[in-house]
């Protein structure tokens, strides 16, 4: 089950909607962003769903910058692996989220991503080295290491919004124990390996593809805010009722602009679309 | 003896059997759905995910009455067993009665488990057809294997690291996926079972999972320890 066929040259084309950030750009400035918004749990939903959408792109693009080499497993394989990771990184974020705290913004959930930049990077080097798996893949290294703090940070915003907090304990109460974890779990690996699986080929556009993967996190903002409105404690607070109804026309939002976007971009740069109408019956 | 102590024995061992289970499974990939390789038509990744879901709910029910690691563990290794023993049944009623292949194995001229000469069933250019006895017992034993290991993890969170039990149970398959998919890098696509030529090259999957396993062991007991669920 080869993927892509060999290195694929990157050719990007001016015309149709373009992304202007490359691979390292978009991961500087995703990877700010989201530990910026993650740091500080006091903020709206809708805010924190910003920062999920760039962990998630970030996520993706990754996968793509991989899984163009051909992994042998099939591309979701690499998201999943992410999302593994990223749960593990973001248990052990939120135990770290009671120390270091000054005010209202709590660095103390960073270890977790650094923790699980360390063993994403472990796991590179071991897949990636002649001797022990050999992969070959160029990149792998640093693709492993972003792919476990990708998910990291999205899945400790995800525990943020759902949780309005990221203490222990109530994260473990609000965001964990009543199992919206594995809605969270799927969706995200979702977003990060659907994309490129989805749109690999030989016309595969990285705008495009980028595309899809926010569409995605606007499902997952739909479903989040559904879950964040049914069960908020408050009304204006924090994860209250507001900030659960804003998050699903956030989402709403998203999801419609987005698909919209992309079925038209992928009707205009395909050759012809026809319609095949129904199966023919012979008589 | 020391709740760290436990949490990596276990953890450790679960991703060593996890990946060693991986090895096992009759995976056939693409060329499978097109019955043109033998094992059932899907990635490892799914395959042992489904193997370990199916494992860690019976695992989970089961530890729910019972404090018992074995009998824990080996609820979890029946479980994921009856999700593969079905998968394959099923995937080779398809193959024969749908697509009407012989089960076959392309890597071997005969089965080394029944004898069964298998070279003159295969059709010519494909790498064998559906799931051949040899790999359905390979399979059998992978999921066996795998599900325990998935079923200890969970155990080792629950117990020794006092998760709460959908904490261990995402938890535990977090680790088992990230174990399974870097045991799915070192075969590379396709595998039959343990007569595989690919089978030889286990112990690079087992060394580098041990590692990663290692490093999520001391993980699990850090979040337990700073959460304040232990000690």
Redesign the interface.
């Known amino acids: 089950?080869?993927v892509g066929g060999g290195p694929v040259v990157e050719e990007e084309k001016t015309e149709g909607f373009s992304f202007p950030p490359d691979v390292t750009q978009l991961g500087i400035i995703s990877a700010i962003i989201a530990i910026v918004i993650v740091i500080i749990p006091g903020l709206p939903a809708v805010v924190k769903a910003v920062g999920v959408i760039f962990a998630l792109l970030w996520g993706m693009d990754s996968v793509r910058k991989t899984s163009k080499y051909g992994?042998?497993?099939?591309v979701?394989?690499?998201g999943?692996?992410a999302?593994?990771?990223?749960?593990?990184g973001a248990?052990?974020g939120?135990?770290?989220a009671?120390i270091l705290n000054v005010s209202i913004v709590q660095p103390g959930v960073l270890i977790g991503v650094i923790?699980m930049a360390?063993?994403g990077l472990?796991?590179g080097v071991?897949?990636n080295n002649e001797k022990?798996?050999g992969?070959k893949i160029p990149g792998l290294e640093r693709g492993m290491m972003e792919l476990g703090i990708a998910g990291t940070l999205a899945m400790l915003l995800q525990f943020s919004i759902v949780a309005g907090s990221l203490d222990?304990?109530l994260v473990?109460e609000r965001a964990?124990?009543?199992?919206v974890?594995?809605v969270m779990?799927v969706l995200s690996m979702m977003a990060m390996f659907h994309p490129y699986n989805a749109c690999l080929g030989p016309d595969e556009r990285r705008p495009r593809t980028l595309m899809v993967s926010i569409e995605i996190s606007g499902l997952l903002f739909i479903i989040l805010g559904i879950f964040v409105a049914a069960t908020a404690v408050s009304t204006w607070g924090v994860a209250g009722v507001v900030d659960g109804i804003s998050l699903i026309v956030f989402g709403l939002i998203v999801w419609i602009v987005f698909f919209v976007k992309f079925i038209k971009t992928a009707m205009r740069e395909a050759h012809s679309t026809v319609g095949t109408g129904l199966i023919k019956t012979i008589e | 003896m020391d709740p760290i102590l436990l949490i990596v024995v276990c953890v450790l061992a679960g991703g060593v059997l996890a990946s060693l289970g991986v090895h096992l499974l009759p995976v056939g990939g693409a060329p499978a759905a097109m019955a043109t390789a033998t094992g059932v038509a899907t990635g490892t990744v799914m395959l042992m995910l489904g193997a370990a879901m199916c494992g860690l709910f019976t695992a989970a029910s089961v530890a729910t009455y019972t404090s018992n690691i074995l009998l824990v563990s080996l609820s979890g290794a029946v479980g994921s067993w009856l999700m593969m023993g079905v998968t394959m049944l099923l995937a080779n009623l398809l193959y024969v009665f749908g697509a009407g292949v012989v089960p076959v194995s392309g890597r071997v001229d005969v089965d080394p488990i029944t004898g069964q000469s298998q070279k003159e069933y295969k059709t010519p250019q494909c790498d064998g057809h559906g799931v051949p006895n040899v790999s359905y017992i390979s399979g059998m034993i992978g999921a066996l294997l795998g599900g325990f290991g998935g079923a200890l993890m969970y155990f080792a969170l629950l117990e020794y690291a006092n998760f709460e039990p959908t904490m261990a149970g995402v938890a535990a398959m977090a680790i088992f996926v990230a174990n399974a998919i870097i045991a799915a890098y070192n075969i590379g696509g396709t595998i039959e079972g343990f007569h595989d030529p690919k089978f030889k090259r286990l112990p690079k999957a087992i060394l580098t999972c041990a590692i990663i396993s290692l490093l999520s062991g001391v993980l699990v007991w850090v979040v337990a320890n700073m959460g304040g669920l232990i000690g």
Not at chain 1, 71 to 74: A, I, K, S, V, Y
Not at chain 1, 176 to 179: A, H, L, Q, T
């Open positions: 089950m080869t992994l042998g497993t099939g979701p394989s690499i999943v692996l999302t593994g990771y990223g749960v593990l248990l052990v939120i135990a770290f009671g923790a360390i063993v472990i796991s071991l897949s022990i798996i992969m222990f304990n473990v964990i124990s009543n199992g974890i594995a779990f």
